[in-house]
């Protein structure tokens, strides 16, 4: 089995290439490590650095390797920023997926998996199922919900197998928490290390339900030989919401401090976002196996080891009104 990864060293990618090793694939590791780094790629895998947004370096990697499988997870995933970067949104999270999925067709792929997410349901009756129809509120749940509809026609039109699942909110190990943008645990510990008060929108009182990595990647990577989950989409990820109050004691108390919080002015976000799993469970056999609690513990113990990362400012910002004082 020889299975493409982009994204693969990111965090997600990297930890599903460690998976799909462990399973006997040759992976190959696509990423023009705009958030990952290369010490996250496995000594196993072989990389090469790139963009999806190059069409023949997608097409020669197809060529040369003849894949079984693509798992896509290449995406700029900071959900709250896509509002003021519409053209880079769209480019990277949506033009870049088609890329791929041309690719798919075009060089006999048996399947197409793809990492969407809990953005594109919106504001919804929660908990939030498969068969609720998405109404996705900002841009990158927009283009993350264009590409599963272009999957599924793509399935219709050309026979390309498909798996899609909407993870939500995942940490764990090897996150990039020097972005300021997204992983709201990576940034917490990243501010705890440099002296400053975790920043919180609004009250605090927005809930996730937080999934820890290894909950969430073995589904992705089992799914590419399971019959049960052709042309299925499933919710993927923990199942108790927490309020970002409650997250941020825990983090506080994994780091050993005393929880210092600085609250901002509230931003555009939905208030509470949290899936049900029933679909998942029955399929995959299977249920979320670290609690929160623990899964920050065990993060904490590896930020501790690898220390403060500098924030990076985002060099693209397309609009600037609304746009949170924080983020300029």
């Known amino acids: 089995m020889k299975s493409l990864v982009t994204g693969g060293a990111g965090f997600m990618g990297s930890h599903l290439a460690d998976y799909l090793l462990k399973m006997g694939h040759q992976v190959i590791v696509l990423d023009d490590l705009s958030g990952g780094f290369t010490e996250n790629v496995p000594s196993e895998a072989h990389f090469t650095e790139g963009t999806i947004l190059d069409r023949d370096l997608i097409d020669s990697l197809c060529k040369e390797h003849n894949f079984d499988y693509i798992f896509h997870l290449a995406a700029y995933a900071a959900e709250g920023l896509s509002h003021f970067i519409k053209h880079f949104n769209y480019q990277n999270n949506l033009i870049g997926s088609v890329n791929l999925i041309n690719a798919a067709v075009n060089y006999k792929v048996k399947r197409f998996i793809f990492t969407s997410s809990i953005a ?10 498969e068969e609720m129809v998405p109404s996705p509120e900002d841009s990158y ?5 264009a590409v599963e509809m272009e999957l599924r026609a793509t399935a219709e039109m050309f026979g390309l197998d498909y798996v ?3 993870p939500h909110n995942v ?4 996150q990039n928490i020097g972005d300021k943008y997204r992983n709201v ?3 917490f510990m990243n501010q705890i290390l440099q002296g400053q008060p975790m920043t919180i929108f609004g009250d605090g009182e927005q809930s996730r339900a937080f999934s820890y990595i290894d909950d969430v990647v073995p589904v992705i990577a089992r799914s590419a030989a399971m019959d049960e989950a052709r042309n299925q989409i499933f919710n993927v990820g923990a199942d108790k919401p927490y309020s970002v109050n409650q997250l941020a004691h825990q983090v506080a108390d994994a780091m050993d401090v005393e929880p210092n919080l600085g609250y901002l002015p509230a931003r555009n976000e939905v208030a ?13 056999n299977y249920s ?5 609690e623990e899964g920050i513990r065990r993060v904490a113990a590896w930020i501790k080891q690898h220390g403060a ?3 990076k400012e985002f060099g693209n910002i397309e609009i600037t009104e609304n746009l949170p004082p924080s983020w300029t």
């Open 120 to 129: 594109v349901y919106g504001v919804a009756q929660l908990p939030m199922t």
């Open 141 to 145: 749940g927009i283009a993350k919900f």
């Open 164 to 166: 899609i699942f909407r």
């Open 171 to 174: 940490y764990g190990e090897r």
């Open 185 to 187: 645990v990576g940034i």
């Open 272 to 284: 509470h976002a949290f899936s049900d799993h029933s679909k998942v469970e029955r399929v995959f």
């Open 288 to 292: 979320p196996e670290i609690d929160l």
């Open 309 to 311: 990362r500098q924030s």
